[in-house]
């Protein structure tokens, strides 16, 4: 099939997350020059891996992940996206953590990321915001008092597949890529797993961590090379399967 448009979207592992972090940065460009966030950004947008895969394809791409990115962001920003697409489209769908959140608070008038029982987005000093307390308890005792791992999941899928259908009407194929899961039994056709398990395990198994390169920087997210890797995995995927 011949596609016009590689997308991807997920959170930070699919944004490129780890290739804008300054250190690294400094480290594969062997510079200890300050860079501004724009270039870093930059740096990383051109150099995850669906920019990898699209460069393989010979295709354009377009990235709308985000840091910190809830399921419920992910599946909104897909909606958004695609609701009046007419051309041929190739999504890669990075699902993400099932605890993290994407809610509407009242008072602030705006949506906040919630993720790993702290609160995300643009907070600098949590002391001087006053609602930050309000809305980080509240996302604790979610956590801890109505949140269901299994049930989430369950959830999480679902709508990965009813969102399958609303693409394929709208001529986009899906390759699911799942970050985290415990259940393998609820996919869509195209899922890119690795051993028959999710993206984090292939990520510990062959040490793609910006932290395994034993260069003093800790950060979780996937290396270069990593991201690379990843690619190439998904282009042997997409070559095999569609």
Known sequence: MKFDKIVGVGCSFTEGGGLNNLSYYQYLNKTDKLIDNKLLNDFSYKN??????????NLPY?????????????FEKIYNR??????????????????????WDSETERFHKMSGGNLGGDIVNDSINKWHHRINNFYKNYLGYFYSEKNEETKTFNMVRVFESFLKERNVTTILIPLFCENYNNFIE????FDNK?????????????????????DEHLSLEGNKLLADKLYNFIQNEI
């Not at 195209?190 to 797993?193: A, G, I, N, P, S």
């Open 48 to 57: 995850n891996y669906i920019a990898h895969l699209a460069n393989k394809l």
């Open 82 to 103: 695609f609701v009046n697409n007419t051309d041929n489209i190739l999504l890669v769908l990075q699902t993400t953590f099932f605890g993290r959140k994407h809610i």
């Open 198 to 218: 999710n993206l984090l395990y292939f990520i510990e198994k062959n040490k793609l961590k910006i932290s395994d390169l034993d260069i003093g920087i800790y």
């Open 62 to 74: 377009e990235n709308l992940s985000e840091s910190q990115s809830s399921n419920e962001l992910i």
């Open 190 to 193: 195209k899922t890119l797993l």
